[in-house]
Every structure is written in C-alpha cells, then in structure tokens.
C-alpha cells in the first residue's frame, strides 16, 4: 500500500478525484431541478404581476387619488341617468359612472357595446384613471342582472 505525502495543512480526502466531477450526478440533478422550479415561480410570479388588475369601487378610486394615475385599474359602478353621448360617429361613448360616493366621468373608445349597456346599468370599466380626472376604458362590461323577472303568470 502507498501513502501519500500531502504536506502540512492537508486534509483527509484532499488530492485528485480521478477526474470525476465533484457531487456526483445527484448533485447536479438537485441543482438543475432547484434552477427549474426557479425559473417556472420568477415566471408565475411575473405573469401575475402584469395581469393582476385591481377592482376599485367609484369611491375607492377617487379617494386614492394620484396614486393611481397612469395604473391599469378596474372600476364598478352605475351609468348616470341622462349622461350617455355618443362620439365619433358612434365609435366611442362618454358617459359618468357612480356609486355612493361619488361620480366620475368615463371615455371609451375602441370595442364592442354590450346590448344590454344602457343608464342605470352596472358596469364594470377597466382602463386607465387620467390625471384630468377622467377614466379611459380599454375595456366595457355591463353586469347582468341577478334575476330575471317573468311577466306575471296567466291562467291556462
């Protein structure tokens, strides 16, 4: 049996791995798969950052203020009798939308009108809150109503 002079400071195990690479193929497993799980999370985590769209009541928005201009916000409320105009040869409304709290005006321009999108009606706008005070909607829902009222029963 041959030993080795290491020399001082030398410590048990030290010395040539014969070429091997050092953690043996689990080790590297573990560190691809660590380096996997990663980057799937960095990019869940990113995707959620950029589609997250926050649901803001009339109120809430206006008393948020500056802090929400320019951001990419939702809005519910309800269309304010008698401020529905048309521009544009059709293509985009203006109207107000409100709640409890107060009222803002709206501008949408650009997608399709739901039928049932009339004063009075719920509505949901998703777009960006202006430093004008005014809401440009990418985006227009009108809330379905919960229940449908049947005209009153005849008799058969």
């Known amino acids: 049996m041959q030993r080795l002079d290491r020399g001082p400071g030398a410590l048990a195990g030290d010395g040539d791995t014969g070429g091997r690479r050092v953690g043996g193929p689990r080790l590297q497993t573990l560190f691809a798969g660590t380096a996997l799980v990663l980057g799937v999370a960095y990019l869940m985590l990113t995707s959620l950052q950029t589609s997250t769209v926050y649901y803001l009541t009339v109120g809430e928005l206006l008393g948020r203020g500056a802090s929400v201009h320019g951001q990419q916000v939702r ?35 650009g997608g399709p009108v739901p039928d049932i999108f009339g004063e009075e009606v719920q509505v949901v706008v998703e777009g960006k809150y202006g430093p004008d005070g005014t809401f440009v909607a990418s985006t227009l829902m009108a809330k379905c109503p919960s229940k449908f009222e049947s005209d009153s029963p005849t008799d058969a």
């Open 75 to 109: 809005v519910a409320g309800d269309v304010t009798r008698g401020s529905v105009e048309t521009a544009e040869a059709g293509l985009s409304l203006r109207f107000l939308v409100q709640d409890g709290s107060g009222q803002i005006p709206v501008y949408y321009r």
